[in-house]
């Protein structure tokens, strides 16, 4: 059965000038802000929607890598996982890097590569994102 998940986006004023906020519905930590200022130029503030995707990202990888490592049969016991999303103004979202380190007892750095890179391109945020360049640093703990 299909899932849909929402967030809402409020935006008043023009595109530079302007700002608003995002909420998510399933969230009760409140809105948090948004702006080009941060967006173009970068912030530890203020969220951006390169911010949001790069969260999905990271969480979306990290369940397939744990799958894919499940039916390897050496499931891990540990995966951590960041994205960092790249934006350029004037052109788009450029990329996205997945950087992963996982405890995985039993598993040979070679392995962990191969199911790693299997699960990058099996994880359905990668799937949405197939119009940028996803590149992945995996290492073993």
């Known amino acids: 059965m299909p ?33 080009w200022k941060s967006r173009s130029e970068g912030s530890d503030t203020t969220t951006t929607p390169e911010e949001l995707i790069a969260a999905a990202h990271a969480s979306c990888f990290s ?3 744990s799958h894919a490592l499940a039916e390897n049969g050496t499931p891990p016991e540990r995966v951590d996982t960041s994205a960092s999303v790249t934006f350029k103004p004037g052109v788009g979202i450029t990329g996205s890097h997945l950087n992963v380190n996982a405890t995985v ?9 191969e199911v ?19 590149t992945l640093e995996a290492t073993l703990a």
């Open 63 to 65: 369940m397939a890598l």
């Open 116 to 134: 790693a890179e299997g699960a990058k391109t099996g994880c359905p945020v990668s799937q949405a994102l197939a119009g940028i360049e996803i």
């Open 3 to 35: 899932v849909t998940s929402e967030a809402a986006a409020t935006w008043t004023g023009s595109l530079t000038e302007g700002s608003g906020t995002v909420a998510f519905s399933s969230s009760q930590l409140g809105t948090f802000p948004i702006d």
């Open 105 to 113: 007892p039993g598993l040979s750095p070679e392995k962990f590569q």
